[in-house]
């Protein structure tokens, strides 16, 4: 389907510019857009889509796992180092 859009200039240069970026056209920047704000207001039944990084495979961790290693993380100071003086 066609249609005609107004868009302000300033988001048309932008969306332009993040299409060219991403190596797709406009309308596809504009459909995924669109659909993303559509599945965001399809409300809280849904859970999100987040972006994966790396291969995309998911973690195999038990609860007891994340306890342990929420329980480690909180061991460590500040600097995200471990404390060598204990």
Do not use: C, F
């Amino acid at each position: 389907m066609q249609t005609t859009l107004r868009l302000n200039d300033e988001l048309y240069r932008r969306a332009k510019a993040e299409a060219a970026r991403q190596g797709i056209t406009l309308t596809r920047l504009i459909e995924r857009a669109l659909q993303a704000e559509l599945d965001a207001e399809a409300g809280p039944n849904r859970p999100p889509r987040l972006r994966t990084y790396g291969t995309g495979v998911p973690l195999q961790l038990t609860p007891e796992d994340i306890k342990r290693l929420m329980h480690d993380a909180d061991a460590l100071p500040m600097t995200g180092q471990p404390d060598r003086a204990s």
